[in-house]
């Protein structure tokens, strides 16, 4: 029997059971026997990648962060191999109502400000840094307020920014923070009434989630890995569900170029120091 | 057709649409793909918006949709088409056509990823695959069913306003006692007749509309005859009366038949078909108006059912002559069942048909009251007996078989 390359995902939410077991089914009809195992939060999946548990890891933007940091404290490495051509260049945006009175960052001060989970880069730790490069610290210049679910899932599920989008609609905040997709995405589904709500700001380009290799994985199965998922077509009616599912039209190489802003985001923050442990003190 | 680019294509200048001060979160986007539409995929589509916001919802649009976007110095955006929209369509299959009339509108065999797709659409490869265990055109189809859906439809009445609840008239009280327990037969019999349809109603590929209809409408058709029945019942402020182990013996036999075709068989061709004949008996001898009036009415419905059951066995026996034999088969097998558990007509419902028919009394009365119910049998038989002829059955085999039907009538 060859050698099962293991796989690591957070159990966000129940669809990702059918996403994984429908890759499961794609790489063993290719040849590659393949498993999964899900964790229920990042950073016990991130540590398992040193314990030799899983070969790789789907990562979020943050789960990578302090991977690379574990690894570079290690001196070991991990590298990350693929990703979703959604996962490239996204955006965060500073969400005000229409007509608030709110035009640039100053009219912030002294206003409460929503955020997504604690531990989400787009909704929470990514808009801090950009407020705080504009000049404004949350607790001394405005109010954060947080919007958690599920701590430990890094902002995948997306309940906190709609919460937060919901309060600015009942104007309990003045601002949410979002990714520019659920901003679209809550417009268009009527959670943000059309024309309600104007973008305050946005923040600079980062990148999501990526396929992270553990320190020391079998380098012939990742890279078959890697072929066949690169190899996946949205034109293949078998696979078209589970990358709709998973919310890409396309895998590509990874990169990991888009992952500076968080990284200054995370240090800024405290959340974790230069070894990869985690300092924030409220996070569970 | 609506101008879409307000620019000309050239070799200079992508083509450009101005959406003018529409933004995403107002349906911008189909403006966008509309453009798409008409620009090669890889190729670059400009757009100009004065909408607030614009730039970041475009941007996300168009990673969720797979297209390429950039910024021109103006702040226009470059969106270069991506090859995921027409990546969909790869491999999508007509489920045959719309109307039954023409060629290979209704497929012998319904594929289970057509699921519930109206026919004639084309369908998504890579759909769920639907468990419709009857997904075999020969297993449910009759030419017939369009035309007898429309009429169905035509013939639709409503139970409050059909018949007139407020007639006077009163009937002695044993009268209006056997009128209450025939409608108490009837409404067990009406449940069967209903259920029955609706049972096989989940069961058949939605690519056979016409016939999903008709049975839709079968089931309605039912409902209402539960509904009159029950109201004639009750009207003269009675409870209905009894229900017999053999008359719900006799029509589980029915309820349990697995095989669509066995069951129109037993239930259409021989039960309804012999119901016609009751109906129409109440419909002339019935002491009442109401009752005359409901049973005519509710004869009118099972006339159609009998026909598509007619219709179905006799397309199906004419590629399939061997069913003739299963269906044989069941009738023996349903008389078998029957006799031993002494299922049949109960003597409460016979005395009642006879008490209603004679409207009185005296042994005169009672006489001609028998003769009549005894006539109801015979052209009962008689029914069974010509419509089993005109399924193929020899002679001999139909008027053997039109004597085993169940004495439930149903």
């Known amino acids: 029997m060859p050698e099962t390359l293991l796989m690591g995902a957070v159990a966000y939410a129940p669809k990702v059971v059918t996403i994984w077991e429908g890759f499961k089914a794609y790489f063993a009809e290719r040849g590659l026997a393949f498993d999964y195992v899900l964790y229920s939060n990042y950073e016990r999946q991130v540590e398992a990648q040193f314990e030799g548990a899983i070969h790789v890891a789907w990562n ?31 955006s965060s945006l500073i969400v005000v109502r229409a007509g608030a009175g709110i035009e640039s960052f100053a009219d912030l001060r002294g206003r409460t400000v929503g955020f997504g989970a604690v531990d989400s880069p787009q909704a929470t730790l990514i808009p801090l840094e950009h407020l705080s490069r504009h000049g404004l610290q949350a607790g001394r210049d405005f109010t954060a307020r947080r919007f958690d679910q599920l701590g430990g899932k890094h902002g995948d599920h997306i309940g906190g920014e709609r919460d937060a989008a919901l309060a600015l ?6 601002a949410a923070c979002m990714i520019d997709s659920n901003h679209l995405a809550f417009t268009t589904e009527g959670i943000l009434p059309a024309g309600g709500t104007r973008i305050l700001a946005q923040t ?19 890279d078959r890995f890697v072929e066949l998922l690169l190899a996946m077509s949205w034109d293949d009616p078998a696979a078209r569900p589970l990358m709709e599912l998973e919310g890409l039209k396309q895998w590509l190489p990874g990169r990991t170029t888009g992952y500076a802003l968080l990284e200054r985001a995370v240090d800024e923050q405290g959340f974790y120091d230069a070894d990869g442990r985690i300092l924030a003190a409220d996070y569970r | 057709m609506n ?4 620019t000309p294509m050239d070799a200079s200048s992508p083509p450009t649409i101005d959406s003018e001060a529409l933004g995403f979160d107002r349906g911008a986007h189909l403006l ?5 539409a008409g620009v090669a995929v890889g190729s670059t589509l400009r757009v100009v918006s004065k909408a607030p916001g614009f730039r970041a919802h475009v941007v996300a649009w168009c990673r969720s949709q797979g297209h390429g976007v950039s910024f021109d110095e103006a702040g226009r955006a470059l969106i270069v088409r991506g090859g995921y929209q027409t990546g969909r369509w790869r491999g999508a299959e007509r489920s045959g056509r719309s109307d039954p009339r023409s060629p290979d509108a209704v497929a012998e065999q319904a594929k289970a990823s057509w699921g519930l797709a109206a026919r004639g659409s084309t369908v998504e490869a890579g759909g769920p695959e639907w468990d419709f265990a009857l997904d075999r055109k020969h297993e449910v189809w009759a030419d ?16 409050e306003t059909a018949a007139d609840w407020n007639a006077p008239f009163e009937l002695p009280d044993e009268v209006e006692d056997a009128v209450v327990q025939v409608m108490t037969y009837l409404i067990e019999n009406e449940n069967a007749a209903l259920l029955v349809p609706a049972r096989f109603l989940g069961r058949i590929h939605p690519h056979y509309r016409e016939i999903m209809q008709l049975l839709a409408i079968q089931v309605a058709d039912e409902a209402r005859h539960v509904d009159v029945f029950t109201r004639r019942a009750r009207l003269k402020g009675r409870e209905p009366a009894l229900s017999t182990v053999g008359g719900q013996l006799s029509l589980k036999t029915l309820v349990d038949e697995p095989d669509f075709s066995v069951a129109a068989f037993l239930l259409s061709v021989l039960g309804e078909g012999t119901f016609v004949n009751l109906l129409n008996f109440l419909h002339v001898h019935a002491p009442d108006p109401v009752t005359r009036r409901i049973a005519r009415l509710a004869a009118r419905d099972e006339a159609r059912h009998v026909a598509f059951g007619m219709a179905h066995l006799s397309r199906r026996l004419n ?3 061997e069913l003739r034999a299963r269906l044989a088969n069941a009738i023996e097998l349903r008389h078998d069942t029957l006799s031993a558990g002494g299922a049949g007509l109960n003597e409460e419902v016979f005395d009642a048909l006879v008490l209603l028919a004679a409207g009185e009394w005296t042994p005169a009365a009672i006489a001609a009251g028998f003769e009549r119910v005894q ?11 010509l419509r089993l002829c005109r399924l193929g059955f020899d002679e001999p085999e139909a008027e053997r078989l039109a004597s085993l039907h169940t004495r439930n009538f149903m």
């Open chain 2, 319 to 321: 590629s399939e002559p």
């Open chain 1, 60 to 90: 979020s933007p943050l789960a990578w962060v302090r991977a690379e940091r574990m690894a570079r404290a290690r001196g070991v490495a991990v590298s990350a191999v693929a990703m979703r051509d959604t996962d490239r260049d996204l």
């Open chain 2, 3 to 6: 101008r879409v680019f307000t």
């Open chain 2, 375 to 385: 006539a109801l049998q015979s052209e009962m038989a008689e029914g069974r007996r």
């Open chain 1, 169 to 174: 609609t009942r104007g309990e905040i003045d």
């Open chain 2, 144 to 159: 017939e069913a369009v035309d007898l859906y429309r009429q169905a439809l035509a013939a639709q009445w409503d139970p």
């Open chain 1, 204 to 222: 600079d380009a980062y990148d999501h989630c990526n396929f992270t290799v553990s320190p020391g994985a079998p380098t012939e199965l990742v």
């Open chain 2, 32 to 36: 966008v793909k509309h453009a798409l």
